[in-house]
């Protein structure tokens, strides 16, 4: 399995971006609703897949969940978070 890149986001940079297991399925800069954009990137969130936004404030990753899919944001789970902060710098 390919390595995935390393992406620097800088200070109020703001990606929408799909998990699963330890990959990023999908992420984009473009601003939609995260409904759309999972339409868009897979059609259907995968079974165990993640959804949600990641922005850099004051040099910090802040990995929230859609609250469209969970119906409120909150923080990432930590298996989530590993994965991103994997990719994202």
Do not use: C
Not at 33 to 47: A, C, D, M, N, T
Not at 56 to 65: H, R, T
Not at 71 to 83: G, H, I, R, S
């Amino acid at each position: 399995m390919a390595a995935q890149p390393h992406i620097e986001i800088g200070n109020g940079q703001t990606y929408l971006i799909i998990v699963q297991g330890d990959r990023v399925l999908d992420y984009t800069w473009a601003m939609m609703p995260h409904i759309e954009f999972v339409k868009r990137s897979v059609g259907k969130l995968p079974k165990g897949a993640w959804v949600g936004t990641i922005s850099k404030i004051d040099g910090e990753l802040a990995i929230i969940s859609s609250k469209t899919f969970y119906d409120v944001q909150m923080p990432a789970p930590e298996w989530v978070a590993k994965t991103v902060r994997s990719m994202f710098k």
